[in-house]
């Protein structure tokens, strides 16, 4: 399907769901309360059309939808419904919505962060945490990401969300033998694209090298991030994006990584905790796996082919992590002595002069 093509079929689904929701949206304003089916009518269609922005490369929308999605989780729903606030910034989400759909000349499109930071001030406190905020705001952040970031990082993290600024994960691996020199390089190159919020470092069993992600705050997109860090190996995954939906376009792991088990397989797909976590009571997450569904069966032996001899046994991350430590701080030491042989042979220079004033003598 063409371009053109494409962009014709999202600007007449967004026009179907608009009305059909338009519809939906009075029926709820006359009766001050929405009931869990319409809940989820709203959430499927909103769902649906942020994955067609998507598609066609529609990020304002797809942002704007997003946004959107996450006032109709939200718990305090009900309350909203009261709220004549609620229903007029929906209505003129839809307005925009058809405006960024509709084929128009070149030009700045209708700007929607202060319509995205309107819908975020509209939901009602319901008690939940910066973390479950954060995992709905960008679907895409993992256990790994959230766990290290700081109360500052994760403000700047939820300040971003209400801006259509993507947010990326940027994933490397870098050998020990050259870690600084590479990780200058990395952070030198990330800088001058975007923002990066946090990075963090742990210890591999790969191969002795240890793995970088950074949470990078870019205008630029994923194939251009993708083209600047393919020279150190890295791997951008935007956050926005559910990771199912991330996989399924990449045909990467759920958790946004190409193949990077010891013996050739992909890895397992993330657990669904985080997603678990991430979803609303108030409603359901339509990003998060369906938990009650039976356990899929056990996975069929593993054939010779992809068994390991049993000789080979790969390190234990705390043995990978004491080896690090352990480089660390054998060069830190060495570079220590270094600095106190050079002032120990600057003090003896010094000594040596004949007009030494005797200060260093007492």
Request: net charge negative; proline share 8%.
């Amino acid at each position: 399907m063409s371009d053109s093509s494409l962009r014709s079929s999202f600007q007449q689904e967004t026009w179907d769901i608009t009305v059909e929701l338009t519809g939906l949206l009075l029926k709820v304003e006359r009766a001050s309360s929405m009931d869990e089916p319409t809940r989820a009518c709203f959430l499927r269609h909103l769902h649906s059309l942020k994955g067609a922005a998507v598609l066609v490369g529609e990020s304002a929308a797809a942002r704007l939808l997003h946004a959107l999605e996450a006032l109709f989780q939200q718990e305090g729903l009900n309350e909203s419904c009261r709220d004549r606030r609620f229903f007029d910034a929906v209505l003129q989400t839809f307005d925009v919505l058809g405006q960024l759909a509709s084929a128009r000349p070149e030009g700045e499109p209708p700007p929607v962060e202060p319509l995205i930071e309107r819908l975020f001030d509209l939901q009602v406190d319901g008690g939940e945490s910066r973390q479950g905020l954060l995992a709905r705001t960008y679907p895409g952040l993992l256990e790994r990401h959230l766990e290290v970031l700081t109360d500052r990082q994760e403000e700047r993290l939820l300040e971003l969300g209400r801006t259509v600024c993507p947010l990326y994960a940027v994933e490397v691996s870098l050998p020990q033998d050259h870690l600084r020199a590479e990780l200058a390089v990395c952070e030198k190159t990330l800088v001058e694209t975007g923002e990066i919020v946090s990075c963090c470092g742990r210890g591999s069993a790969e191969d002795g090298r240890v793995r970088f992600w950074f949470l990078v705050a870019t205008s630029r997109t994923a194939d251009e991030l993708r083209a600047l860090m393919e020279p150190h190996g890295g791997v951008p995954i935007d956050l926005r994006i559910p990771p199912a939906a991330t996989a399924s376009r990449s045909g990467q792991t759920p958790d946004g990584r190409t193949d990077r088990g010891t013996d050739g397989a992909q890895t397992s797909p993330a657990p669904p905790e985080l997603d678990r976590r991430a979803s609303k009571p108030g409603g359901p997450d339509p990003t998060a796996p369906d938990v009650t569904q039976p356990a899929s069966p056990p996975a069929p032996p593993v054939t010779e082919r992809h068994q390991q001899p049993e000789s080979v046994k790969a390190p234990s991350f705390d043995e990978v992590t004491q080896k690090l430590l352990d480089t660390c701080r054998n060069t830190y030491l060495a570079e220590f002595q270094e600095k106190v042989d050079d002032v120990g042979q600057w003090l003896e220079e010094l000594r040596k002069r004949p007009d030494d004033p005797g200060l260093i003598d007492g």
